[in-house]
């Protein structure tokens, strides 16, 4: 939800603020904007991607050493050239990049526009700069101004500001929107995450809420917005480079589903404790007895980590026999809810970043809850506010659907859920046979993509539909739902997932000869329920695509496509039963023509409430 660059050292900054907006656009792409100081301030913005601001910079491209960068998730203001970041105070000495929303733009901006101030445009962001020289105009320092109008300001930013005021600083300051600092050999990147940095260093650091950071020329100091000193820890940036690179596919939606086996070899790696017959998650070390003696499993998660999570569900309840609830975070904070003291609250999130499950987590933690996380991105706010937690591993994922780090935060469920289970109530032999089950899964995950051009030949076919139906029951039901969502946000048709046995309380009213609906059906105890769905479904004529168990010929007889997934442990089917889905909104998408990385009016990470 908007990505944040900037740059000080001896090269000129804005090859690096364009790369970096790049590697950013995931975040939002309705507009990119740069700005940059060689004497004078230059700033380029243009509504739409980043190659349209590069298109547009192109001629006279701005100059100099320092510079920030802004890509757009639209909030206040519809997406155009005015609207795009880095907005300017009146007088066009400051320029200031934001990511979050200031809640109070609006009674601010009357008082200062009765001060004489005059606005541009319909953004919140420019309300914050205009409020900065405001200050300024009072007579503080520059740094005194931008805190003071920061703690003025109700809402949530990650901001970068520059100015000819002091030519060789860059400000930023954080408060719900991630801002990392990357420490290079003479030269600073200020980012929203690690992926516009580690071309430049690996060394890191990440602010927190409430603090800020100066970038100058041979020194970088941090502090809170009340003028705090703070020695921020370096980190080390665990990816590669290449693993933000296409890798020679299409789009890296299609390169992220490939991944899956190689993911989910690397959530399961060093984890499975043979001798024991469980598993080791090093992360959980220091809450050992509290997941022991939880009462209550809580889990926080939106989107498609909202669906792994009713799996875990599932999971936890069917295997460790420990009562779960599952919560859009969206929700839990705002319904005051009932937390006891020996409740475990689960956050997952591949960003780490999202606000409305950081919010939940804070909400869980403040009624004394023990708070773990399920995050893939190391040294995001959530892993880094979680009493303890497991990361996914998936690796950096870019495309704005998620598949690799559905199917790792699948992977961590089944691991935390075996050792939940091996100490409660779960014997050896049966943790031994799911670890073999465990090591398995790649090998099955490869067969199962090779069935990729079947897909796609059925993708051809339906590529026209309005409407898509998905229908799976068990743990099975969630699976439905993540392809629902899949096809959705790519593809832009309507689509809904539904417990198949729930279809005839109402959808099967949808059902016609246009109407194609995928049934989830593997084999397992619940299999002749489903069948007894697809019969419903094809006496009125609907189009049946079946994920089905290799070796269930019965099923063939049924549906009018059948893409075969192989046999594993029900509770781990999921894993394999979502990739036929993900390939099929994949295909259907590109058929249409959609911009499948980037579709619009979403954003990767939703740092906004
Ligand atoms: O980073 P998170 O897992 O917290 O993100 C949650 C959702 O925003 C995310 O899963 C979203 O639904 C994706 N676009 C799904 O493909």
Known sequence: MCGIVGYIGPEEALPVLMNGLKRLEYRGYDSAGVATIDGGLTIGKKVGKVTE????????PPGGTIGIGHTRWATHGEPNDI????????????????????????????????DGYTFRTQTDTEVLVQLIRAFYDKGN???????????????????????TIEPDRIYAARNGSPLAIGIGDGEYILASDASAIVQHTRHVTYLTDGEMAILERDKYTTKTIDDIPVTKEIEEITFDIGELEKGGYEHFMLKEIFEQPDTIRNAMRGRLQ?????????????VTEKLRDARRIII????????????????????????????????????????????????????????????????????????????????????????????????????????????????????MTVKLARMRRMGAAEGAQILKAFEELPAKIEETLAH??????????????????????????????????KLKEISYIHAEGYPAAEMKHGPIALIDENMPVVFVAPDDDIYEKVISNIQEVRARSGRVIAIATEGDERIESLAEHVIYVPRTLPFLAPILNVLPLQLLSYYIAVERGCNVDQPRNLAKSVTVE
């Not at 780090?405 to 992977?411: D, E, G, N």
């Open 53 to 60: 601001l590069e298109k547009l910079i192109a001629a006279n």
């Open 141 to 163: 320092s520059l740094e005194r101004a931008f805190r003071l109008a920061l703690k003025s300001v109700v809402g949530t930013y990650g901001v970068a500001m520059i100015s």
């Open 274 to 286: 043979r001798d024991e017959s469980t598993v080791r998650l090093g992360g959980l070390r220091t």
């Open 452 to 485: 990729a051009e079947q897909v796609r030949a059925i993708a051809h076919t339906y590529a026209g539909a309005r409407n898509f139906l998905y229908l799976g029951r068990g743990y099975n039901f969630p699976v439905a739902l993540e392809g629902a969502l």
């Open 300 to 415: 926080v998660a939106c989107g498609t980590s909202w669906h792994s999570a009713l799996v875990g569900e599932y999971m936890f309840e069917q295997l460790a026999g420990i009562p779960t609830e599952v919560e859009y975070a969206s929700e839990f904070r705002y319904r005051d809810p009932v937390i006891f003291k020996d409740d475990l609250v689960i956050a997952i999130s591949q960003s780490g970043e999202t606000a409305d499950t950081l919010a939940a987590l804070r909400e869980a933690k403040r009624r004394g809850a023990t708070a773990i996380g399920i995050v893939n991105v190391v040294g995001s706010t959530i892993a880094r506010e979680t009493e303890a937690g497991v990361y996914a591993h998936a690796g950096p994922e870019i495309g704005v659907a998620s598949t690799k780090a559905f199917t790792s935060q699948l992977m961590v469920l089944a691991l």
């Open 83 to 114: 609207n795009a970041h880095p907005h300017t105070d009146q007088f066009g000495e400051i320029a200031l990049i934001h990511n979050g929303i200031i809640e109070n733009y609006a009674t601010i901006k009357k008082t200062l526009e009765s």
